[in-house]
């Protein structure tokens, strides 16, 4: 049984830094493609990173590249959102997800395709 549990929201001043975690069970996440997505308060949730199955590789939105960095620890078969120097933008609730399936791939756009989401983690950027 897949489940994926994403902690370490908060609130935090712009500039700051925060790290989300998403611990997953019931499958092994070197071999899928694990998302992150945020949604803030009235609109509609969006893509942020991913990261590719084994050492393929991660993609970003253009509002958090250079910022924010994905990365996976195998042996806690958990996977980081590291967020530096946070905005006010930032705000929303965050989100991992993965698929059902191991594609070798993920994505940042095709929300859709995924099949399983945790319950989601509160970011909240102000002074």
């Known amino acids: 049984q897949v489940q994926l549990v994403e902690s370490g929201g908060g609130l935090v001043q712009p500039g700051g830094s925060l790290r989300l975690s998403c611990v997953a069970s019931?499958?092994?996440?070197?071999?899928?493609?694990v998302g992150w997505f945020r949604q803030a308060p009235g609109q509609e949730r969006e893509g942020v990173s991913c990261?590719?199955?084994?050492?393929?590789?991660?993609f970003y939105s253009d509002s958090v590249k250079g910022r924010f960095t994905v990365s996976r620890d195998s042996d806690k078969n958990t996977v980081y959102l590291q967020m530096n120097n946070v905005r006010p933008e930032d705000t929303g609730v965050y989100f991992c997800?993965?698929?059902?399936?191991?594609?070798?791939?993920?994505?940042?756009?095709?929300?859709?395709?995924?099949?399983?989401w945790g319950q989601g983690t509160q970011v909240t950027v102000s002074s």
């Open positions: 990261i590719r199955p084994s050492d393929e590789g991660a």
């Open positions: 019931g499958f092994t996440v070197d071999y899928f493609g």
């Open positions: 997800a993965t698929y059902s399936l191991a594609w070798g791939t993920c994505s940042i756009t095709d929300e859709s395709d995924y099949d399983y």
